[in-house]
Structures are given as structure tokens and as C-alpha cells.
């Protein structure tokens, strides 16, 4: 249940709640007043009664619904009578809702009935107004109630949105500019603007180091590629030399890296037959890859993004996978399976983290191939997302955008 559900429904349960109190205390006290008048009047008039009899009148003079040995009396009244005590009741009757009064004379117990059914319908009119005045208050504070907790309810949503693009990598969002007010969801959106605005910070000074350090590394080891060309030939100068180009690698994925990270790339976009491309990318890795197309589409991509995204994508299956690699081309998407242990769970949970590798797999590779994958995958307005196959082996699945004009299969 949502919040603005959950505050709506307490504002209804708690004001149903309320006016039913109030509606069954005014009820009780109508009720006690017209029966307490009643009461008093049948008294008053069993009083006049009492001494029309006593002076030897009519006792039904004035009015008055005055008998004696009335019929219709209640018992419990005529027995409180002919003890030779006065008193009152509201019963039912032969002829209705009534209040009695009754006294004891000498020749049995005189009595008095007056007719409540006017007041009966009194309090009956009454009730209907508290019931009407219940629905409007009710009505009237839940939709009060709604509309705070729809305010506070869409200011917490957008707070959650900007939130949550922070969390995508968008940190110089700022929830203070969208909620506004001074209460505690707006002390939360500042709360997070000072974490947004420190991880934005942290994160600028990690992309410029890795920027700096690459490009300090750069001029070194330009003149290190070429001491290592000039060695004699031999197994220690291949060694060094692998090791040079390796490192080469290194510095360009770094500068590759922190160009995706400071957004500074730009795709060009274009029309491309989908299974062309691949087979042109996996002749470029020259490596071993089963090549299935179940239906081939046009997408809109960035020819050269989509070489390395696929290009890392292969050679991190040749790398840290087994067995045969198969690339399957079903419409605008695209799945890169090998058949070894599969991806780690913090690269399941986490994505591709750059210089994070399993302790099986430690000195093979810097972690860089699938975190460059992911950014140009960004850039050119794809999705890539990571898992393990059921029968083993990781799974990479690249889903591009079609062409203008284009949908094809993306049966899955």
C-alpha cells in the first residue's frame, strides 16, 4: 500500500470513527432530554390529577390522559404504585411509545399516559441530520486528508526520481530544487543533496586522477614502446615487449575510460545491417566464435562503438570463459555465451566494476573491458545486461535500437 493510501485511510478510519462518537453522544443526550421533559410532564400532570381527585373532579379534566386502574399500565409501574410510591416510565402501549406516571389513591392507583411518538419523531429528525452532517464531515476530511498525503506523496515520488537518477549516475541532480517547503521531506531532500553533492565530488576527482595518471603514463611509455623495438632479438625481448604493449593497452583503456566517464563522447549514428556488422567484428578479434543469426534487422548504432562493445564483450568470454563462444543475432539483439564458471555474483549485483577480478583470475586482465563495454553502450543508447545461463557459462546480451523505420524480431 502506498503512503498517501495508507494516510488516507487513517484520516477516514480515524474520522469515521470520531463522528460516529459524537453522532451516538448527541443521540444518547436527545434522548435523555425528550425523555426527561416527557417525564416531568407526565408528573406535573399526575400531580394535577392527584388533586383533581382529591377535591372530587373529573381527573381527566384539562386534557389530561389521566385514569384510574388504567389497563394499560405497565406492571413494573402499577406494582411501584400500589406500594405507595410515585413514579415515571416510558413503555410501549396499547396505543404506542408513551410515558406513564402513576400514584396510588384510595380506590387503586391513579395513572397518566402522555404520548411520545412527536418526541420519538424528533429525535428520529435529529438523527437524520447527524447522519447527513457524519457524510459531509467524513467526506469532507477524507478528501482534506487525500489531498495532503497526495502533496506529500508526489513530493516524496519525485524526491525517490531524482534519487534514483542520482543513483544512474546523474549526481549533479539536486532534489532541493524540485521539493519544496520546510518540513521534513524537504530536511530529507537536502540531506541528499549534501550526499549527492559529495559523491559528485568524490567521483570528479576519481575520473581526473585516472585521467592525469593516464595521461602522465603516456609520454613515458611512448619512449619505453620504443626502447623495447630497438632490444635484440631473443625470448627476454619478446617478454618485455608483451609486456609493453600490455601496459599500452592499460593507458589507452585508462584515457578510454575517463573520456566515458566525463560524458565527452559523442556517438555517430547510423543505419547498419545488424549481421554484417557482427561477422566484420568477430573476424577483426580473429577468434574462435559460432556465429548464429536467427533474425537478421537493420539498427541505428555507432559502427565503431559497436566493434568494441562487441570486441570486449568476445574477448572477455576467450578470456575468462571456456569452451566454444556462440554469438547469436535474434533482430536488434545480440548474445555473446561462453561456457566456463560464468559471471561472479558482485559483477551480477554490482555490473562491471573497472580493476575488480576474481582471485582465480588474478593477473589476467585489469577489469576494464566490460566497464569501456557498458560505456559505449550507454553512448550509443543501448542495453546491456548481464547473467548466467541456465546450462552454464555467462551470458551478455546487447540490445540495440532499430533503424528509422525498422523493427525487427526482438523475440527473446
Do not use: C, K
Not at 420519538?120 to 437524520?128: G, Q, S, V, Y
Not at 545491417?273 to 534487422?297: F, I, K, N, S
Not at 546491456?384 to 525487427?408: C, I, K, R, S, Y
Request: glycine share 10%; no cysteine; net charge neutral.
Amino acid at each position: 500500500m502506498t503512503l498517501r493510501r495508507q494516510i488516507a485511510t487513517a484520516v477516514a478510519a480515524i474520522s469515521v470513527l470520531v463522528a460516529v462518537a459524537v453522532g451516538l453522544l448527541v443521540h444518547q443526550a436527545m434522548v435523555r432530554q425528550h425523555v426527561g421533559q416527557a417525564r416531568a410532564s407526565a408528573l406535573t400532570a399526575l400531580d394535577a390529577a392527584l388533586g383533581a381527585y382529591g377535591r372530587g373532579e373529573d381527573v381527566a379534566a384539562g386534557g389530561r390522559h389521566a385514569a384510574l386502574d388504567d389497563p394499560g399500565l405497565p406492571v413494573r409501574l402499577r406494582t411501584l404504585a400500589a406500594g405507595g410510591r410515585r413514579g415515571s416510565l416510558l413503555a410501549e402501549g396499547p396505543e404506542g411509545e408513551s410515558v406513564w406516571a402513576a400514584g396510588a389513591v384510595r380506590d387503586g392507583v391513579l395513572s397518566v399516559r402522555i404520548d411520545f411518538a412527536q418526541d420519538r419523531r424528533a429525535i428520529a429528525d435529529l438523527d437524520r441530520i447527524i447522519l447527513i452532517t457524519v457524510v459531509a464531515s467524513v467526506f469532507t476530511t477524507v478528501l482534506v486528508g487525500v489531498l495532503v498525503a497526495d502533496r506529500i506523496s508526489r513530493r516524496l515520488r519525485t524526491a525517490a526520481t531524482a534519487a534514483r537518477g542520482i543513483a544512474s549516475g546523474r549526481t549533479d541532480t539536486r532534489i532541493g530544487e524540485l521539493v519544496d517547503g520546510r518540513d521534513e521531506v524537504a530536511d530529507l531532500a537536502a540531506a541528499v543533496d549534501l550526499m549527492s553533492r559529495e559523491l559528485h565530488r568524490r567521483l570528479e576527482d576519481e575520473q581526473r586522477f585516472t585521467a592525469d595518471v593516464a595521461h602522465e603514463l603516456r609520454t613515458p611509455l611512448t619512449g619505453l614502446v620504443t626502447a623495447a623495438e630497438l632490444l635484440p632479438p631473443g625470448r627476454p625481448t619478446q617478454l618485455v615487449q608483451n609486456r609493453v604493449q600490455a601496459l599500452r593497452a592499460l593507458v589507452e583503456d585508462l584515457l578510454e575510460v575517463s573520456r566515458l566517464d566525463a560524458d565527452a563522447e559523442l556517438p555517430d549514428l547510423s543505419a547498419v545491417p545488424l549481421e554484417r556488422a557482427v561477422r566484420r567484428t568477430v573476424a577483426l578479434t580473429g577468434l574462435e566464435v559460432t556465429v548464429e543469426v536467427a533474425a537478421d534487422a537493420s539498427v541505428r548504432t555507432d559502427l565503431r562503438r559497436l566493434d568494441r562493445i562487441l570486441g570486449n564483450l568476445l574477448l572477455n568470454a576467450d578470456r575468462h570463459g571456456g569452451g566454444t563462444i556462440r554469438l547469436r543475432v535474434d533482430g536488434h539483439r545480440i548474445t555473446v555465451r561462453d561456457h566456463g564458471p560464468g559471471f561472479p555474483g558482485e559483477l551480477l549485483r554490482d555490473g562491471p566494476q573497472r580493476f575488480r577480478t576474481s582471485v582465480r583470475e588474478r593477473g589476467r586482465g585489469h577489469g576494464l573491458g566490460l566497464t569501456i563495454a557498458q560505456g559505449h553502450t550507454r553512448v550509443i543508447g543501448a542495453a546491456l545486461t548481464f547473467a548466467n545461463h541456465p546450462d552454464g557459462g555467462a551470458l551478455a546480451t546487447l540490445t540495440l535500437p532499430p533503424a528509422d523505420g525498422e523493427f525487427g524480431d526482438e523475440s527473446p
